[in-house]
């Protein structure tokens, strides 16, 4: 046995088993990544705390009930203003709950790929319904004016700062008109925009809807049909890299590597691998990058000129 | 269900638990609220940023339009400086922002709508021609308060704009 398989082997053993590896993980997802008032926080905070140092604490259902029980009804009355992924992860902590009273590892797994399935469905449905995604317009639109895309519009495209701070300003002077002004809007702002920003928003969109889309499928058929059950793990792992690295909505990340890790059977050791691999290096995607690489630049830089 | 609240109540696709996020650019927070007082002359004011503001930016039902503007009709309205409202004002219309009881000087002068209009505005991004506009999603308008209710909720007699002296 080599090292390398050696660590591996060691690495993929010490992931066993998967109720006690995901109701760990769960507990740092809901730690960092709940979110909501203070009402929530405090309480999730301790109970997270306690039941990462107990470990036995957190395989009882009755340790579970009250965080389940904590999301839901803080979710549910402000089901119009939570994101999605709260949504989830309130419906995550149920499915914890509902697999630790029944000591249910099966279960949990069935679960998680049916979560994963169902919300990649239901994207892909809207993505296909709403009238500005086919046609480019929605991922032309962010990658011009939202600031999460800004490095990543100007680094892929060369898109130049001084037509990116016009738009900003046209798009602000509109939002002000709309709000207090006598323009009410109708008569718009033209935003600057490249060729290649076009390309890029044509190949993202097709990139997106059917890369969502194969993961729906490949989840929800995974029972049924053998190349899907294949497929499934690399599509999810190829969304969580590619999508996260420029859409840092980590939270929703995090539990979807979670939810990934939990639904791959016993001999998917690999794949386990890979979706813990990938819950870390979702962290990574939050490093700022931009800055770091143009601070190392200018230390280069410096050096040079000294 | 929530596609059912979208095709009813304009519920944003973006929230409700439909998974409707990165699907369109109509999102809740792209939505832009006016709100309008009818004073002695239509003027527009800063509605607070708070919960039912980012509420009914993603869920303009009906009911939750008219209970919010009913929210902003009992609301003292006066003039401030503040950047926001600043930058309204430069448009040489007077904005107007929320008195906040304790934490804002008393008021001279308050305005008093004889009624309050709110709109609800979607964004729309033409992709072939690169142009972005707000369109008109809903609207309500509900009568001010009376003058009787601003004083006592300012406590003491003020200088009201014109019109409302007439009332």
Redesign the interface.
Known sequence: MTPHTGIRSYVATALEPTLAVASGLTLMLLALYSGGSWTTRVPIAVFCTTGLVFATLRQSPWFWLPIALLLSVTVLPNLYTRDNHKVLMALWSLAVLGAMAAKDEEGLRIAARWMIGLAFLFATVWKVIAPDFLNGAFIEFTLLTDNRFRGFTSWTTGFPSDLDIANRESLSELSDSVRFGNDTGAQGKVLNTFPAIQALAVCITWYTVLLEGAIAVTFLGSGRVAIFKRARNALCLMFLLTTYAVATVIGFGWLLALMGYTQCESHERQSRLAFVAAFLLLQVFLVPWDLVLSDIVGVFKDGGAQ | MQMLRVAIDD?T??????????????A?GAR???VQLDCERAV?A?APRD?SL??VS??PSDRQLQRYAESLSHVVWVEVDDPEAG??AS?A?P?LRPWRRGLDPIPRRVAVPRTVRV?V?RP????D????????LKSVEVPGPALTEVEARVGGRLEMWRAHLKR
Do not use: C, H
């Not at chain 2, 696709?13 to 109509?26: H, L, N, Q």
């Not at chain 2, 729309?124 to 992709?127: A, E, I, P, Q």
């Open positions: 519920l696709p973006w929230k409700g638990g439909g998974y409707g996020m990165f699907s369109t650019v109509d809740g832009r609220i006016r527009t800063v919960a980012e509420l993603n869920l930058r309204a448009s219309r904005a709109t505005y729309r991004y033409d992709v021609l690169a142009e972005i506009q707000y369109v008109p």
